[in-house]
Every structure is written in structure tokens, then in C-alpha cells.
């Protein structure tokens, strides 16, 4: 007698095997009028378009990119605008301590 367990573990190994082929046949199943795209999508175009071009590098920009001086400039004033936003959140959580002592 086969067990239900191994009934249950047979039909799902079967499914598994079905479903690889099915799917790929995806693109075809896709353009079926009952099964594929919703009503309300857009309709696909009657030409393929083509691929981006990947290999074509932008142009160069106008302007050059920032000098070592800049860069030091605003790495710095960031530095200092993270400094001056951690004292502010230390103060704050050292007000908010002192006010409810038991929240420890």
C-alpha cells in the first residue's frame, strides 16, 4: 500500500516536471487572448525595437569635474555638517534622559 505522504511527494515531483517544459512555451501563453495580458494593458508594439546601443560612451561633459581643492572644501563641510547633527542628537537624547530618568 502506497502511503499518502509519498502519494502527496509523487504529484508534486510530477507537477514540477510538467511546469519545466510549460515553461517555455511563457511567450506564446502570453499572447493566448484568455490567458495573457490584462484588458487594460497597453498594446505591445508590431516591431521589435532595437537593442541600446551599450558599447557608444556618452559625450564628454562641458564643464571639468571638480579639482582636488573643491572636493576637500566639501568633504569638509560635510564633515562638519555630520559633527554639528551628532551634538544635536546627543543633546537631545542626554535632555531626554535627564527628563525620564526610569527609561534606562
Same mark, same amino acid.
Given at each position: 500500500? %502506497?502511503? !499518502?505522504?509519498?502519494v502527496?511527494?509523487?504529484l508534486?515531483?510530477g507537477a514540477?516536471l510538467?511546469a519545466?517544459?510549460? =515553461?517555455g512555451?511563457?511567450?506564446?501563453i502570453a +499572447?493566448?487572448?484568455? %490567458? =495573457? !495580458?490584462?484588458a +487594460?494593458?497597453?498594446?505591445?508594439p508590431?516591431e521589435v525595437g532595437?537593442y541600446?546601443?551599450?558599447?557608444?560612451?556618452p559625450q564628454?561633459?562641458?564643464e571639468?569635474?571638480?579639482?582636488a581643492?573643491?572636493?576637500?572644501?566639501?568633504?569638509?563641510?560635510? %564633515?562638519?555638517a555630520r +559633527?554639528r547633527?551628532a551634538? %544635536?542628537a546627543?543633546a537631545e537624547?542626554?535632555a531626554?534622559a535627564?527628563?525620564n530618568?526610569a527609561?534606562?
Open positions: 500500500m %502506497i502511503s !499518502t505522504a509519498r502527496k511527494v509523487a508534486v515531483a514540477l510538467l519545466l517544459p510549460v =515553461g512555451c511563457s511567450t506564446s +499572447d493566448l487572448p484568455l %490567458i =495573457g !495580458t490584462p +487594460d494593458a497597453p498594446a505591445r508590431k532595437a541600446p546601443a551599450v558599447h557608444d560612451l564628454d561633459r562641458p571639468a569635474a571638480m579639482d581643492a573643491e572636493r576637500n572644501k566639501v568633504s569638509s563641510e560635510l %564633515i562638519a +559633527d547633527q551634538a %544635536i546627543a537624547a542626554a531626554a535627564a527628563k530618568p527609561a534606562k
